[in-house]
């Protein structure tokens, strides 16, 4: 499959809403060149400037931030395509002061191999949380030194575990995961967190996405690591209670890592799948989001255990206390 590489433009400033914009349309990772970043290095090395190639001290003036996705080159990667368009033009109407740039995109074809390329060279193994080492399955590990070793490749699904948002999951399951609890991961994604959950020894009943290439991808992934994630399932279980229905309940533990959003609006759905006792692990939250997010838990009858931060982004993990 040939994919379709995405360039956004925007500003330094506007980075974090265009962030979030495509986190809540599906998309977790990107390629960012910051215009502060190029222009910072170049004030650095002046006095060295017999060392710095003319091409850069060019385009000095011209850089400006973007950030570039992939989108699958089919019907899907169309769909998602049109939906960030209708969101950039949606920023660039609430941008009154034009403080985050142009934010239009363009695009250009990239073929399989030199996509793969293009992001494999950099996913290198590298240590989560308290135990785990996260590897893809093209590089190997000499000495773990005692950590689990969780192997995935993300194929077109987001999920590597070097976002924020992952590893603060990954870290919360560490502290909340115990041998035998039902598990349930909504957002899939490439099955990582899922996994995860599994290899501490949760029973992972089922994980759910909007995208059926993630749960495709995350039970490879499951496979890769020899664990089970459970079933499957495609769809939206806020807006779809046939769907919901089937997720079940009695969860002891249920990990979600989406958008504040989407936390927001099932609350009262998580609430209903856990078991009393269980606990909710979410995340996806930009932190000046978190409070909002905290008092939606707080009402639903949650009680907040933990919250941590890392850089731009929350994570909370929540009790259904017995009522």
């Not at 019907?75 to 049109?82: I, P, T």
């Not at 997010?293 to 731009?312: M, N, P, R």
């Amino acid at each position: 499959m040939d994919w379709k590489e995405v360039t956004i433009y925007t500003t330094t400033a506007g980075i974090e809403p265009v962030a979030d914009m495509l986190l809540q349309n599906g998309v977790e990772g990107y390629v960012l060149e910051d215009a502060a970043d190029f222009q910072d290095f170049l004030a650095d090395t002046e006095i060295y400037w017999d060392y710095v190639d003319e091409d850069l001290m060019r385009e000095k003036s011209t850089q400006e931030t973007c950030l570039k996705i992939y989108l699958p080159q089919d019907e899907a990667g169309a769909k998602q395509l049109a939906a960030i368009r209708a969101a950039l033009e949606n920023l660039k109407a609430r941008d009154e002061g034009s403080a985050w740039g142009r934010l239009c995109f363009d695009t250009a074809v990239t073929r399989q191999q030199d996509w793969e390329w293009g992001w494999k060279q950099y996913f290198k193994p590298f240590p989560v949380g308290k135990s785990f080492l996260i590897k893809p399955s093209w590089e190997t590990v000499e000495d773990a030194a005692g950590r689990r070793i969780l192997e995935i490749d993300p194929a077109s699904s987001f999920g590597t575990g070097t976002h924020d948002t992952t590893q603060l999951c990954i870290a919360a399951l560490e502290d909340t995961v115990r041998p035998g609890d039902a598990v349930l991961d909504m957002g899939t994604g490439s099955g990582i967190l899922a996994i995860a959950a599994a290899m501490l020894g949760g029973e992972v009943r089922a994980v759910a996405d909007i995208d059926a290439n993630c749960l495709k991808t995350a039970q490879e992934n499951a496979e890769k690591n020899h664990v089970s994630i459970g079933q499957g399932f495609c769809g939206d279980a806020a807006r779809d209670a046939a769907m919901a229905e089937k997720l079940g309940t009695g969860y002891q533990v249920i990990v979600a890592n989406i958008v504040a959003d989407v936390i927001i609006g099932m609350a009262r759905l998580f609430w209903d799948k856990l078991s009393s006792g269980g606990t909710l692990i979410c995340s996806g939250i930009l932190n000046e989001r978190a409070d909002e997010v905290c008092q939606k838990l707080t009402e639903t009858g949650f009680a907040i255990v933990h919250a941590a931060q890392s850089d731009d982004w929350s994570a909370f993990t929540a009790r259904k206390n017995a009522v």
